[in-house]
């Protein structure tokens, strides 16, 4: 079946008369209807239902556009109408729905049931009204209802199968899809009219009933007891279905958190590295500070002894070239002679006279002694130089030490600061004590539930026994009454048929849950990543898992919105790939997928995957976006989109279409 | 010689108060901790650099002194100094006689010291100069400071002190008789 255009009217916000034609192109089998949210997106969606099958899922189950409603004055009628042309195995049709509405005195009212009208085109190009019940049958040929909702899939229904994958339920619109898929609905309705052995409703219940109304009032009370079994045991396997969701819930949550904790772990280990590396930075800057008043200290005391080397050979090679080394007597000065001269005694005690000898001797050297004479002062000078070129011979290699150390302390600072720079991100300990207690709190509510389980299941294999024991018992007494004979042969019979069909059902739809899974596998992987398989369970349980390298499975997957998207995804085009290849007979010639695409969810290189896989998958798409995802959209499957719609938005009420 | 304090007046006040700020209250982590630590070394530096300069006067710039007892600290290391500056200052154009003189024999004659005097303080002004340069004007910053000491250091290593001969300076010092 492909779309070529849908007619609206007065349908919810579309008022008066609406049209859009779709690109029937077979390459170029997009068309783009862009709208903001409110626009009206889920409402052009759910028309194509309501227009196929009657039926919507609005909160508010009211058709009829509010501003015609509101003008409407008593006596009024006016109709909501959806039609669709559609081309199925090269014929064109209409399909077409109506509702009247009329306004009586205070309150505006629906004019009895729907109209709905599928025509045929003839060879001359007239649209010719099939019978209803033709009409009803031809539509149901075109797409089965049961698999309808994926092939018109609204955002709605997105979110909720999103949920469902990230909160880890039991998928009802997979098990839906699967019987859709199957197509054995007779065959599931004549298992469900026998009913399930040791149920009182159905075939088999009621041959039951029949055989032990003929019976005594012990077959009777065995009845009792072998009902009130199957019905505790239908509750505890009810229960455990619930707490095996609910222990995947748990295990989930705890793998999540102990993911977490890990990470806040990392955190924890960064915040010490953190520490020590601010507490490494402070200590060298303080011994920095240190070392610089150490160099300063060490300048301010020893450069004086060291600039004057230089200056000593160059000032004690000019007094030897003087000649000037001449030695006085130690320590005696020329005012010790003057006092000896006018004393009249010398140091030893011989009497000294003016004019002889000793007092000549005396008055000459006189001129040797300081202050006439420079040599005793000059033995006191090279004494000290003799000292100080010998005081700071490794100054300098002392202040190249002490300089290097204090650099020293720059670079390993410089060093810690660029690694604290890259440690960022802590952890908050009160956060951490928090995820703790929730770990412990799901370790002991799993443990707790898997307890609860293992009962429940030995709590059935006991009631089980005990049936098995009671209806051989009640098998045993029937026997006894020939009056039940020919009720005993009719339950078998029942029996047996039952097992059959439901081992047949099971088997099939085993097989179809299989190759669903198998299909969703492969296109997951062509628009998501490799690397992470999809299970399907017999319990409808959809699970992923990564694949390590060595071919390990690994059930800690981080879900996000995108990837339950990409899921859903999928899903839908396994669904539309199946339901293709069901259609051995090629009457039906395409299906359309019509559907939200929320893609700001996703990265571009996944957009630009999601965008190429479906057009491919489908014979033509239709597909509902935001503005802002609109770019996106168009810029990937340019090349392949026939039509650009878009839904303007006039008021809360109101919106119209015009084509880009 | 060295027996009363010495002022230092105009920008040169200034210059000393900054090299030895270690003693004001902003900040104590400082090369100088005093001022008779730059006068130590000053008229050396002013010396090598060949670098001397007139005391100024300005009314605006307090006086700054250095009392007798911090130069008593450093007395007998600037007396050597002195007398170092005497015999070298103008090796060329004075003769050797005069200069000896000037450096050893008018320590008690303070009228014929004057023109040494006025020598040595125009190296101590001088030398105060070039380190207000290398370590106040030209040190932005305390690692710069720190790197600048050792380029001053380090150049001085490789210029001056290379060639210094401890052997040849002890023997020279025996001749000089002791």
Redesign the interface.
Not at chain 1, 546 to 551: A, E, H, K, R
Not at chain 2, 96 to 123: C, I, P, Q
């Given at each position: 079946m492909i779309i070529r255009q849908i007619k609206l009217n007065n349908f919810r916000q579309f008022k008066d008369r609406c049209t859009i034609d779709f690109s029937t192109d077979k390459t170029n089998n997009v068309t783009v209807v862009m709208g903001d949210n409110g626009a009206g997106k889920t409402t052009l969606e759910q028309a194509f239902t309501w227009c196929m099958y009657g039926s919507t899922n609005f909160a508010i189950q009211e058709l009829i556009n509010r501003d015609v409603r509101e003008s409407m004055i008593s006596g009024d009628i006016a109709v909501v109408s959806v039609e669709l042309l559609v081309n199925y195995n090269n014929h064109e049709y209409s399909i077409m729905r109506k509702q009247r509405f009329e306004k009586k005195t205070t309150r505006v009212e629906k004019i009895s049931n729907d109209i709905f009208l599928v025509k045929e085109q003839n060879s001359n190009g007239e649209f010719i009204p099939l019978p209803d019940i033709k009409g009803v049958a031809t539509v149901r040929e075109f797409m089965p209802e049961e698999l309808s909702a994926f092939f018109f899939f609204d955002g709605e229904r997105l979110e909720h199968m999103s949920k469902e994958l990230l909160e880890h339920k039991r998928s009802d619109n997979f098990k839906g899809a699967v019987r859709g898929l199957v197509g054995l609905t007779a065959m599931l309705e004549a298992i469900e009219h026998l009913g399930k052995p040791g149920r009182k409703s159905g075939v088999i219940g009621q041959f039951d009933s029949l055989i032990d109304n003929a019976g005594n009032s012990n077959l009777s009370e065995i009845a009792g007891v072998i009902d009130n079994l199957m019905s505790k045991q239908e509750n505890l396997k009810k229960q455990i279905d619930d707490w095996s969701d609910e222990e995947a819930r748990y295990s989930d949550d705890m793998i999540s958190f102990q993911a977490e904790l890990k990470n806040m772990q990392e955190d924890i280990n960064r915040r010490r590295e953190f520490e020590r590396l601010q507490a490494l930075i402070q200590s060298e800057e303080k011994e920095k500070?240190k070392d610089?008043?150490a160099?300063?200290?060490y300048?301010?005391?020893h450069?004086?002894g060291?600039?004057?080397?230089?200056?000593?050979?160059?000032?004690?090679?000019?007094?030897?070239?003087?000649d000037?080394?001449?030695?006085g007597i130690p320590h005696i000065h020329a005012d010790t002679i003057k006092f000896l001269l006018e004393r009249g005694t010398c140091i030893c005690g011989s009497k000294i006279c003016n004019g002889d000898e000793a007092t000549k001797h005396l008055e000459a050297l006189m001129q040797t002694l300081p202050?006439y004479s420079?040599?005793n002062?000059?033995?006191q000078?090279?004494?000290?130089?003799?000292s100080?070129?010998?005081r700071e011979?490794d100054?300098?290699e002392q202040?190249?030490q002490k300089?290097q150390a204090?650099?020293k302390h720059?670079a390993v600072i410089n060093n810690a600061i660029d690694q604290r720079d890259d440690l960022e991100k802590f952890a908050d300990k009160e956060k951490v004590n928090s995820i703790k207690i929730k770990l412990s709190t799901a370790k002991n509510a799993l443990s707790r539930l898997r307890n609860d389980i293992i009962n429940a299941k030995t709590e059935c294999s006991r009631i089980n026994d005990k049936v098995k024991y009671l209806e051989n018992q009640r098998k045993e007494i029937r026997k006894t009454y020939s009056k039940n004979k020919q009720n005993m042969v009719y339950l078998e019979y029942a029996k047996v048929i039952w097992e059959q069909l439901k081992t047949t059902y099971d088997e099939k739809e085993e097989e179809v849950r299989l190759e669903l899974e198998a299909r969703i596998n492969k296109i997951f992987e062509n628009i998501y990543d490799g690397g992470i398989q999809i299970s399907v369970d017999e319990r409808y349980n959809i699970i992923t898992n990564i694949v390590t390298d060595s071919g390990d499975y690994m059930s800690d997957l981080e879900k996000n919105t995108a990837q339950s998207y990409a899921i859903i995804f999928a899903f839908i085009a396994g669904i539309i790939e199946m339901a293709k290849n069901n259609n051995k007979d090629e009457t039906n010639d395409g299906f359309p997928l019509v559907m939200d695409a929320p893609l700001s969810a996703f990265d571009k290189e996944r957009i630009k995957r999601i965008c190429t896989v479906l057009p491919t998958i489908a014979e033509q798409v239709i597909i509902f976006i935001k503005d802002t995802d609109g770019d996106i959209a168009e810029k990937y499957m340019d090349s392949i989109i026939g039509k650009k719609w878009l839904i303007k938005k006039h008021s809360k009420t109101v919106s119209s279409l015009e084509e880009r | 010689m060295f027996d009363k304090q010495i002022i230092f007046t105009g920008k040169h006040a200034e210059y000393l108060r900054k090299l030895a700020k270690g003693s004001s209250k902003d900040d104590s982590e400082w090369v100088f901790q005093s001022n008779y630590e730059v006068l130590l070394i000053a008229p050396v530096i002013g010396f090598i650099y060949n670098r001397s300069a007139k005391a100024e006067r300005d009314a605006g710039i307090k006086d700054n002194n250095i009392f007798l007892e911090a130069i008593n600290r450093v007395r007998n290391d600037l007396e050597f100094t002195y007398r170092i500056l005497m015999i070298l200052h103008k090796k060329n154009d004075l003769s050797t006689e005069e200069r000896l003189n000037r450096a050893f024999r008018y320590d008690r004659n303070d009228e014929k010291r004057k023109s040494g005097d006025e020598v040595f303080w125009g190296y101590v002004l001088g030398g105060i100069e070039v380190l207000y340069e290398k370590f106040i004007e030209e040190s932005h910053g305390k690692d710069e400071l720190v790197q600048n000491i050792y380029e001053f250091v380090e150049s001085f290593q490789m210029t001056k002190i290379n060639d210094f001969d401890q052997d040849s300076v002890i023997k020279l010092c025996k001749q000089a008789g002791i």
């Amino acid at each position: 079946m492909i779309i070529r255009q849908i007619k609206l009217n007065n349908f919810r916000q579309f008022k008066d008369r609406c049209t859009i034609d779709f690109s029937t192109d077979k390459t170029n089998n997009v068309t783009v209807v862009m709208g903001d949210n409110g626009a009206g997106k889920t409402t052009l969606e759910q028309a194509f239902t309501w227009c196929m099958y009657g039926s919507t899922n609005f909160a508010i189950q009211e058709l009829i556009n509010r501003d015609v409603r509101e003008s409407m004055i008593s006596g009024d009628i006016a109709v909501v109408s959806v039609e669709l042309l559609v081309n199925y195995n090269n014929h064109e049709y209409s399909i077409m729905r109506k509702q009247r509405f009329e306004k009586k005195t205070t309150r505006v009212e629906k004019i009895s049931n729907d109209i709905f009208l599928v025509k045929e085109q003839n060879s001359n190009g007239e649209f010719i009204p099939l019978p209803d019940i033709k009409g009803v049958a031809t539509v149901r040929e075109f797409m089965p209802e049961e698999l309808s909702a994926f092939f018109f899939f609204d955002g709605e229904r997105l979110e909720h199968m999103s949920k469902e994958l990230l909160e880890h339920k039991r998928s009802d619109n997979f098990k839906g899809a699967v019987r859709g898929l199957v197509g054995l609905t007779a065959m599931l309705e004549a298992i469900e009219h026998l009913g399930k052995p040791g149920r009182k409703s159905g075939v088999i219940g009621q041959f039951d009933s029949l055989i032990d109304n003929a019976g005594n009032s012990n077959l009777s009370e065995i009845a009792g007891v072998i009902d009130n079994l199957m019905s505790k045991q239908e509750n505890l396997k009810k229960q455990i279905d619930d707490w095996s969701d609910e222990e995947a819930r748990y295990s989930d949550d705890m793998i999540s958190f102990q993911a977490e904790l890990k990470n806040m772990q990392e955190d924890i280990n960064r915040r010490r590295e953190f520490e020590r590396l601010q507490a490494l930075i402070q200590s060298e800057e303080k011994e920095k500070v240190k070392d610089r008043q150490a160099l300063y200290n060490y300048f301010a005391k020893h450069s004086f002894g060291y600039l004057i080397l230089p200056l000593l050979e160059e000032a004690l090679g000019e007094i030897k070239t003087a000649d000037k080394l001449d030695k006085g007597i130690p320590h005696i000065h020329a005012d010790t002679i003057k006092f000896l001269l006018e004393r009249g005694t010398c140091i030893c005690g011989s009497k000294i006279c003016n004019g002889d000898e000793a007092t000549k001797h005396l008055e000459a050297l006189m001129q040797t002694l300081p202050p006439y004479s420079i040599g005793n002062m000059i033995g006191q000078f090279a004494n000290q130089a003799r000292s100080l070129a010998v005081r700071e011979t490794d100054f300098y290699e002392q202040m190249k030490q002490k300089t290097q150390a204090y650099q020293k302390h720059d670079a390993v600072i410089n060093n810690a600061i660029d690694q604290r720079d890259d440690l960022e991100k802590f952890a908050d300990k009160e956060k951490v004590n928090s995820i703790k207690i929730k770990l412990s709190t799901a370790k002991n509510a799993l443990s707790r539930l898997r307890n609860d389980i293992i009962n429940a299941k030995t709590e059935c294999s006991r009631i089980n026994d005990k049936v098995k024991y009671l209806e051989n018992q009640r098998k045993e007494i029937r026997k006894t009454y020939s009056k039940n004979k020919q009720n005993m042969v009719y339950l078998e019979y029942a029996k047996v048929i039952w097992e059959q069909l439901k081992t047949t059902y099971d088997e099939k739809e085993e097989e179809v849950r299989l190759e669903l899974e198998a299909r969703i596998n492969k296109i997951f992987e062509n628009i998501y990543d490799g690397g992470i398989q999809i299970s399907v369970d017999e319990r409808y349980n959809i699970i992923t898992n990564i694949v390590t390298d060595s071919g390990d499975y690994m059930s800690d997957l981080e879900k996000n919105t995108a990837q339950s998207y990409a899921i859903i995804f999928a899903f839908i085009a396994g669904i539309i790939e199946m339901a293709k290849n069901n259609n051995k007979d090629e009457t039906n010639d395409g299906f359309p997928l019509v559907m939200d695409a929320p893609l700001s969810a996703f990265d571009k290189e996944r957009i630009k995957r999601i965008c190429t896989v479906l057009p491919t998958i489908a014979e033509q798409v239709i597909i509902f976006i935001k503005d802002t995802d609109g770019d996106i959209a168009e810029k990937y499957m340019d090349s392949i989109i026939g039509k650009k719609w878009l839904i303007k938005k006039h008021s809360k009420t109101v919106s119209s279409l015009e084509e880009r | 010689m060295f027996d009363k304090q010495i002022i230092f007046t105009g920008k040169h006040a200034e210059y000393l108060r900054k090299l030895a700020k270690g003693s004001s209250k902003d900040d104590s982590e400082w090369v100088f901790q005093s001022n008779y630590e730059v006068l130590l070394i000053a008229p050396v530096i002013g010396f090598i650099y060949n670098r001397s300069a007139k005391a100024e006067r300005d009314a605006g710039i307090k006086d700054n002194n250095i009392f007798l007892e911090a130069i008593n600290r450093v007395r007998n290391d600037l007396e050597f100094t002195y007398r170092i500056l005497m015999i070298l200052h103008k090796k060329n154009d004075l003769s050797t006689e005069e200069r000896l003189n000037r450096a050893f024999r008018y320590d008690r004659n303070d009228e014929k010291r004057k023109s040494g005097d006025e020598v040595f303080w125009g190296y101590v002004l001088g030398g105060i100069e070039v380190l207000y340069e290398k370590f106040i004007e030209e040190s932005h910053g305390k690692d710069e400071l720190v790197q600048n000491i050792y380029e001053f250091v380090e150049s001085f290593q490789m210029t001056k002190i290379n060639d210094f001969d401890q052997d040849s300076v002890i023997k020279l010092c025996k001749q000089a008789g002791i």
